[in-house]
């Protein structure tokens, strides 16, 4: 029993090296990652703004009196884009604002300008004159080129599942890191807490680092989680797969196309827990006769119906095909509403003005839900405060990042120019233990529990044959 009580510390170091070892590898493939998407997202917090004051001859007017209907206002972009198809109406937010309308090629239709449609482009019109005051592509901005680097490294689907990986390993190090962060032999939570930027060296850039990571954690978890919900295995395979609407509660028929055809290029419109819902198709004997409207509808009925149910801000979206829908929508991803339990979307039957169905908040899954609350705080879309916040988490991760490298660096042998892991135990099985629980924990994230399977493959299965064969010609 006296010897087992010594044993323990030992044990406890050893354990302490492996987890710190760990960490360190993990780290060095995360860290240039994690960098990369607090500058972007610092780029794309500053980049709407940016490029709105760029481009303000076309964003905003000068007020003339009563505004032309948005039927006039159509037809003017109509008659200046005659080969191009209406796909949705920003409605005016004020009396100072232009009109904006998203447009497409005719022969675009076939695909209805699903994900990433290159082709669409957005038209500012003054509501007033019915004047088209200039376009943009929608991708061709500073806050798409952000988010386009945010999203995908520029590296289209392979850097999707780059991010995936990344996000997922990111989950682990917090784990890990909150192990070693965690104060013993002594040491006060304040301490850890509070670092002293006066010590020597290495020891003030690893106390920096460790506190900024503490104090970050819980931000930097719900950013992972709520970015991973975007990646395309864990979020779109399993977990968006079985999180999103049905459908099946519509009491319209169900047209081909989803919900997510709505969206335009790397602008996601659409919230996340009805992407895949199919929409309902256009069908006149759908409805109830007692909410329709008189006649068939146009844009200006139905900017009449959302004005009159409720919508403040919103966009309406041009019905597509023989069985399209007009649909009104205001939501938190687009920026609609800065309520986070803000989202609501109705379908209209072009022929009837029946609704055929209406989605809320409420209607969500608890993950649905969970992502429409999520990503506008992610987007820092609700107000000065989450602006300021998510400014200051990006700059914490950036710091974060500079502090780790300072302490690695300053850890390294005398002369050494490159960086040096933490000491192997000297009984490998507790690394490898480590590993394995680590491994264990990742499961919830496939992409990144094959990248660990692969490392600890090397580990085992390579390494020493490398060492063995080194020693041939020693």
Known sequence: MESSKQDTPGESRRFHLAVWRWHFYAGICVLPLTIILAVSGLAMLAGAPLDRYLRSDLFTVIPRGAPLSATEQAAAVAAAYPDWDLRTLRVAPSAAASSQFDIAPKHASANHGGHGDPDVVMVFVDPYTGAVLGEHAVDATVHAWAKNVHGTLLLGRAGDYIIEVAAGLGVLLIVTGLYLWWPRQGSTLRSALLPDLAAPGRRRWRDLHGAVAAWSAPLLLFFFVSGLAWTPFWGGELVQAWSSLPGEQFTAPLAD??????????????????????????????????????????????????????????????????????????????????????????????????????????????????????????????????????????????????????????????????????????????????????????????????????????????????????????
Request: a negative charge; aromatic letters at 6%.
């Open 257 to 474: 196309e989803t919900h997510g055809s709505l969206d335009h290029g790397v602008h996601r419109e659409v919230p996340w827990a009805i992407e895949r819902t199919r929409l309902p198709a256009a069908s006149p004997e759908q409805g109830t006769r007692d909410i329709c409207a008189d006649g068939v509808m146009g844009i200006d009925e139905v900017i009449a119906y959302a004005r009159a149910n409720g919508f403040e801000r919103f966009r309406a979206h041009w019905p597509r095909g023989e069985r399209g829908v007009w649909t009104v929508a205001s939501t938190t991803i687009a920026g609609d509403t800065q309520e986070l339990d803000g989202d609501r979307i109705v379908h209209l039957d072009p022929a009837t003005g029946c609704v055929l169905a209406e989605i809320g908040f409420a209607d969500y899954s608890p993950m649905g839900q969970f992502m429409a609350a999520g990503i506008p705080l992610h987007q820092a879309d609700t107000g000065i405060v989450n602006l300021a916040l998510n400014v200051l988490f990006c700059l914490a991760v950036i710091g974060m990042g500079i502090a780790a490298l300072a302490a690695c660096w300053a850890r390294r042998p005398a002369g050494a120019m490159t960086l040096v892991p933490p000491p192997l135990p000297r009984d490998a099985r507790v690394w490898r233990g480590a590993v394995l629980v680590m491994l264990a924990a990742s499961l919830e994230f496939p992409l990144s529990a094959a990248t660990i399977a692969a490392v600890l493959a090397i580990d085992l299965l390579l390494l020493p044959r490398l060492r063995a064969l080194g020693a041939l010609f020693e």
